[in-house]
């Protein structure tokens, strides 16, 4: 619940609803002040009620004194409320486990445990006493001494606390609905505004070029992308981007690429921040480190993290790593509708991690390098210290991760093999209703049961574009030739389905219940937009496998006219 502090001085009296007093209501979004102590919630006894005393100020005493607003344990008397447990400010509800807070979207707070109080929380009077019931959730203000007054929270003080600058992170134009409004406020040793100018930097095999070669309607498969030895070619996370395909261009802010990502080294004293727009990252191979202006996450195979737009990042490895990227432009990825699935299914929000804040005060006398994708191109700045100052932060713009083994997985239990649409992970919306510029799909292991039915993927032609990577195991459709690390890409009506082996081996099998893709998760980028490959993609990664039409090719037909 998002609640917000209002400076009405509290001899107006109660301004609590009579039905919330009563137990009935429920907090629609503002602090009510009330004068005196609100009576318990109708069927809540004492001991549910959790005590938070707000920034007390110093002296206070009184038979209601719980402490100096920081973490109490044990419990204690507080008038009529009887034993009560004493819990930490408000902005520490939100602290997950591990590191991590949990929930996709929530408005977040966190501050370094080092400097407590870094966030603004504006300026109280005598005390503050918020109650929160265990069971349900609700919030109230329990106790307010009469007199007293306190101002709002607020994000840009006119001084903040410990020095810190107030600086806004924009995700979404300010006069988007609610529903789709993004931003954060990061309280910072030093705004990100200090930097010499930017220059351009080589990019490399990063491009948006999408007419560097002809077109190919083929299918396309390839090997596992290779990874260069330290010892022969350093590459950080940077150095090794390498576009594979995409479609549109980011000034228009319409369309996606799909890059590639090989490295073996960690980026010291650099950081890239994406203009053009979100990353989503899949590691295949190797553990990432990320460290963002939010704070740490450390992202495994078999986990995804998405670094939205403008956030700044570094990546620390620990031995030949690689993966994949779809990095999508003017949009920003949403959990997709349940429709008639109901409340519950597919990635819950709440398995969405988010890191909690961490800082460095840190100076680079030999200067720390600033790189900026803007317009499909690289450019990189100096400043002396690093990026990463952010000692506290709130808002709903962040960077999360994801573990795939929490996706909950939907299947058919009757007959017949269902659209690959319920395996959809997070979605990227175009303004075409139902229509998808990129969504995030995986197979992951489940189930299969339906019967009287061909199980493994359906023979297909689509209107959407299909790429397809395998962080570990054997794709079922196709257990041979496709390898973890590798990819594919069927664009648009390019027809595609199972190997023949696959065929023959699925139509033949006796159908009892199995377990399928055991051991094994692929996953797909599909897009509605026709994606170009570059020419890294179909020549100089020279990974292009030139057989894989082959595996479909001993196809025989078995009509018979005679026989129904």
Same mark, same amino acid.
């Given at each position: ?367 720390? #390098?600033?790189? *900026?994708?803007?317009? +499909?191109?690289?450019? @990189?700045?100096?400043?002396? /210290?690093? $990026?990463?100052?952010? &000692? %506290? ?33 997070? #979605?990227?919306? *175009?303004?075409?209703? +139902?229509?998808?510029? @990129?969504?995030?799909?995986? /197979?992951? $292991?489940?189930?299969? &049961? %339906? ?36 990819? *594919? ?76």
């Amino acid at each position: 619940m998002e609640m917000k502090e209002r400076g009405w001085p509290a001899s107006q009296g109660s301004l609590l609803p009579s039905s919330f007093a009563a137990g009935e209501g429920e907090c629609s979004g503002e602090m009510w002040v009330h004068s005196g102590t609100a009576a318990v919630p109708a069927g809540l006894t004492e001991e549910q009620v959790l005590i938070v005393l707000l920034s007390p100020p110093q002296g206070l005493a009184s038979e209601t004194d719980l402490g100096d607003g920081k973490m109490v344990h044990g419990s204690k008397q507080a008038g009529h409320l009887g034993k009560v447990s004493v819990c930490a400010k408000i902005v520490e509800k939100s602290t997950g486990k591990g590191g991590y807070m949990s929930g996709f979207g929530n408005e977040h707070a966190s501050e370094d445990p080092r400097c407590p109080g870094a966030l603004p929380e504006g300026q109280w009077g005598y005390k503050a006493i918020w109650a929160v019931h265990r069971l349900t959730g609700v919030e109230c203000l329990t106790s307010f001494t009469a007199g007293s007054y306190f101002s709002p929270l607020q994000n840009n003080p006119q001084v903040c606390p410990y020095g810190l600058y107030a600086e806004q992170l924009s995700g979404s134009a300010f006069t988007c609905p609610r529903a789709t409004n993004r931003r954060s406020w990061l309280y910072r040793i030093l705004p990100s505004v200090c930097h010499k100018p930017f220059q351009p930097l080589h990019e490399g095999h990063l491009t948006h070029n999408w007419d560097e070669v002809e077109p190919d309607p083929n299918q396309l498969r390839w090997k596992p992308f290779e990874i260069p030895k330290a010892s022969q070619n350093k590459l950080d996370f940077v150095n090794g981007l390498h576009t594979l395909c995409g479609a549109g261009e980011p000034r228009g802010r319409s369309g996606i690429a799909i890059h590639i990502f090989v490295c073996n080294t960690s980026m010291l004293d650099r950081c890239l921040y994406n203009s053009d727009g979100d990353f989503l990252i899949v590691p295949q191979q190797g553990k990432l480190l990320i460290t963002t202006e939010f704070g740490k996450m450390l992202v495994e195979p078999n986990e995804i993290c998405v670094i939205q737009q403008g956030m700044r990042f570094s990546v620390e490895v620990f031995g030949e790593t690689r993966g994949y990227i779809l990095e999508v432009y003017g949009a920003h990825f949403e959990l997709p509708d349940l429709g008639p699935i109901g409340a519950n299914g597919l990635a819950n929000p709440r398995d969405f991690l988010v890191p909690v804040a961490w800082y460095e005060d840190r100076k680079i006398p030999g200067g720390y #390098t600033v790189i *900026s994708k803007y317009q +499909g191109k690289l450019f @990189a700045a100096q400043q002396d /210290f690093s $990026p990463f100052n952010v &000692v %506290a932060w709130h808002g709903n713009y962040t960077p999360y991760k994801y573990h795939l083994e929490n996706f909950m997985v939907i299947n058919s239990v009757a007959f017949d093999h269902a659209d690959p649409s319920i395996f959809t992970v997070l #979605t990227a919306k *175009s303004t075409r209703p +139902g229509v998808a510029i @990129a969504d995030f799909v995986i /197979f992951p $292991p489940r189930w299969g &049961v %339906a019967n009287n039915t061909f199980r493994p993927p359906y023979y297909h032609r689509n209107c959407m574009s299909e790429f397809m990577g395998l962080i570990k195991g054997h794709y079922e459709a196709k257990e041979e030739g496709f390898q973890p690390g590798g990819a *594919s890409l069927h664009s648009m009506m390019t027809p595609h389905g199972p190997d023949a082996d696959c065929f023959e081996k699925a139509s033949k099998a006796k159908l009892e219940p199995e377990r399928v893709a055991e051991g094994t998760m692929a996953f797909m980028f599909e897009s509605s937009l026709s994606m170009a490959v570059t020419e890294w993609g179909l020549k100089t990664s020279n990974r292009l496998d030139k057989n894989y039409y082959k595996c479909w090719e001993p196809l025989k037909s078995h009509f018979n006219p005679n026989c129904k």
